[in-house]
C-alpha cells in the first residue's frame, strides 16, 4: 500500500525558533514530493517541492531536506512567525497519472 | 486571477437525497481531481479526470459520481449511496497530469448532514 507517514500531528514552537517536519515513504516509484500549506477553511497551497534527485531545496525560510537511501523527508521553517501557523501536508506524486499520495497533515503552531 | 472555484462554500444534505459540487477552473489545466478531507486523515482522492470526457475512480470512489464535460468544469455528485459523506470537500487541477506538476486546489465545499 502506497503511505507516507508525516509526524508530529502536531507541533508548537516560539516565534523566531525552526519547525521540523518529517514524512517518511515506503514506495521508490515516488518521483515528485511536494509540500502543501493549508490555513483553516482554505484549500492547501504548493510551498515547496524536490525531486529525489537533489538533496536539498531552500526557499526563503523554507527547506526541504532529502534523503533517498533512507525514504525520508523533511520540511524546515526557519524564523518561525506567527503568520506560519497553519496545517502542513507532505505529498508524494508517482506514475503517469499523478497519483499523489498526502500525509495526515502537521498543525502547526508559532506563538510570539 | 486564474483559479478554481468552489461551491457553495457550505453544504447540508438531507437522508435520501443527492446533492452536486461544483468546481470551475480557468487555469487552462487538462488534469482535475476531487478530495475528500476528514481530520487526522489527510486528503483522500475520490475521483480524476485528466481529459474532457474521461474520468478513473480513486481510492474512495463509492457513493460518487463525476462527469467531464468541458475542460473548465468538473462537477462531484454525492449521492445518497454514500453513508457518511460529512467531509471537506477539495477540488483540484494540474497542467497535466504528468507526476511533476503541482496540483492547485480550491477553497473546498463543507458538506453537512442535516
Known amino acids: 500500500q502506497q503511505q507516507v507517514k508525516q509526524s508530529p500531528q502536531s507541533l508548537i514552537v516560539q516565534k523566531g525558533g525552526i519547525s521540523i517536519i518529517n514524512c517518511a515513504y515506503e514506495?521508490?516509484?515516488?518521483?515528485?514530493f511536494p509540500w502543501y500549506q493549508q490555513f483553516p477553511g482554505k484549500g492547501p497551497a504548493l510551498l515547496i517541492a524536490?525531486?529525489?534527485?537533489?538533496s536539498e531545496k531552500k526557499e526563503g525560510r523554507f527547506t526541504i531536506s532529502f534523503n533517498k537511501s533512507a525514504k525520508q523527508f523533511s520540511l524546515h521553517i526557519m524564523d518561525s512567525q506567527p503568520g506560519d501557523s497553519a496545517t502542513y501536508f507532505c505529498?508524494?506524486?508517482?506514475?503517469?497519472?499523478?497519483?499523489?499520495?498526502f500525509g495526515t497533515g502537521t498543525k502547526l503552531q508559532v506563538i510570539p | 486571477d486564474g483559479g478554481i472555484t468552489q461551491s457553495p462554500k457550505y453544504l447540508f444534505r438531507k437522508e435520501g437525497q443527492n446533492v452536486t459540487l461544483s468546481c470551475e477552473q480557468n487555469l487552462n489545466h487538462d488534469a482535475m481531481y476531487w478530495y475528500r478531507q476528514d481530520p487526522g486523515q489527510g486528503l483522500r482522492l475520490i475521483y480524476y479526470s485528466q481529459i474532457v470526457n474521461d474520468f478513473q475512480k480513486g481510492d474512495i470512489a463509492e457513493g460518487y459520481s463525476v462527469s467531464r464535460e468541458k475542460k473548465e468544469s468538473f462537477p462531484l455528485t454525492v449521492t445518497s449511496a454514500q453513508k457518511n459523506p460529512t467531509a471537506f470537500y477539495l477540488c483540484a487541477s494540474s497542467r497535466t497530469g504528468d507526476s511533476n506538476q503541482p496540483q492547485h486546489f480550491g477553497d473546498g465545499t463543507r458538506l453537512s448532514i442535516l
Open positions: 524536490i525531486r529525489p534527485d537533489v
Open positions: 505529498a508524494a506524486n508517482s506514475g503517469g497519472y499523478q497519483k499523489v499520495t
Open positions: 514506495n521508490t516509484a515516488f518521483d515528485y
